[in-house]
Every structure is written in structure tokens, then in C-alpha cells.
């Protein structure tokens, strides 16, 4: 989920996926680019995103991903999940009255 959110807004690539992840939750999460790239693939083969190489002068070419229709889809359900999730958990713990 992590993954289709961050490519919800523009194409990026791993690296900048990573650091994003890294920044973006205060450095609580962190993802090796490694890591990263199995993930990626493995959602590019389900068709959620859609990768494509991109070479810039004096640059290392660079493959960048981007949300698909049904990444979209899948992205939307996914928050609804957690949500639902979310929401049974504060529940049982009485998380949100502390």
C-alpha cells in the first residue's frame, strides 16, 4: 500500500521511493532500494504499475514507475481495508479514548 500511495501523485523511481518512505515517516520506516525493486516488480507483473526506462544526459538511466487504472483500484480498496481495520482495532483497545 505503502508502494501505490507514493505513486499515486507522478512517477518515481526507486531510489527516490525509498528516501521519500524514509522521510515522509519521520525515519520509522526504512526500505532498502534491494528490497524495493522485488516489490516493484511484483506489482508491475500483477499490473498495478507500469515501469519504463528513462535516460537523461550525463545521468545513470533510471526506471520509474506509475500508478496503472488497476493500481488505482487496488490502491482505493486497500485504504478501505485498513480503514475498516483501523477502525475494529480502536474499537477493541479503546485506543481512541485514551
Known sequence: MILLALL??????????????????GNKLQFHV????????RLERKGLVEGR?????????RRFYRLTVQGRQALAQQRRSWREFAHALNRLTGFNHA
Open 8 to 25: 499515486e501523485a507522478r512517477a518515481r523511481h526507486g531510489y527516490e521511493l525509498a528516501k521519500l518512505i524514509e522521510s515522509e515517516s
Open 34 to 41: 534491494a528490497s524495493l525493486y522485488p516489490m516493484l516488480y
Open 53 to 61: 526506462w528513462v535516460e537523461k544526459a550525463g545521468e545513470r538511466r
